[in-house]
């Protein structure tokens, strides 16, 4: 009995480095896509109306921990979808993410991880998707899924306004 159950941990295990090296792939094509600004590219490897979506549940929720009344809490989450349209289209942009990971201290003449040091900082979190985080045991901050055999960023956890801030200082 012992020897079936680090077995299936074993199997388990391998099926999460799998994954992990086989969405690090994906992980590396986005990044340089980031760094080189390539647009057709990036628009390969996220999941834009999962990013719209998961923008929408954030200003909905953020919303309705606001402490303004019922009324304006209403109006927030009924303006929630457009604003949450023009959001994804303002910020889920190669150079939008590129100022931001500079923000970070992560400069386009560095070079961009490989595919095994990238895997090595992924998570495997069940159900076809991947994470990264800033530190070992940290929460995730963005989110891979597996769509139609590409890893794509379905969710990114971080703070807004580094999105927001990076925009704001190219201009």
Not at 70 to 79: F, R
Not at 82 to 92: G, K, R, T, V, Y
């Amino acid at each position: 009995m012992r020897a079936l159950i680090v077995f299936i941990a074993l199997a388990l295990a391998s099926c999460a480095t799998t994954a992990r090296y086989d969405a690090a792939g994906d992980v590396h094509a986005l990044l340089v896509a980031i760094r080189d600004n390539d647009r057709a590219s990036f628009e390969r490897h996220i999941d834009r109306p999962a990013l719209r979506r998961q923008i929408e549940g954030r200003l909905v929720r953020e919303t309705r921990a606001s402490a303004v009344s019922d009324g304006l809490k209403s109006l927030g989450i009924a303006l929630a979808q457009p604003a949450a349209e023009f959001a994804s289209a303002a910020l889920i942009q190669p150079r939008v993410f590129r100022l931001a990971a500079e923000n970070y201290g992560y400069t386009p003449d560095q070079p961009i991880p490989g595919r095994v040091a990238i895997a090595g900082a992924l998570r495997y979190s069940g159900d076809r998707q991947v994470c990264a985080t800033r530190k070992k045991d940290g929460p995730c901050l963005l989110t891979f899924e597996e769509l139609g055999g590409t890893w794509r960023l379905t969710g990114f956890e971080g703070e807004l306004s580094d999105l927001r801030a990076a925009l704001s200082s190219q201009k």
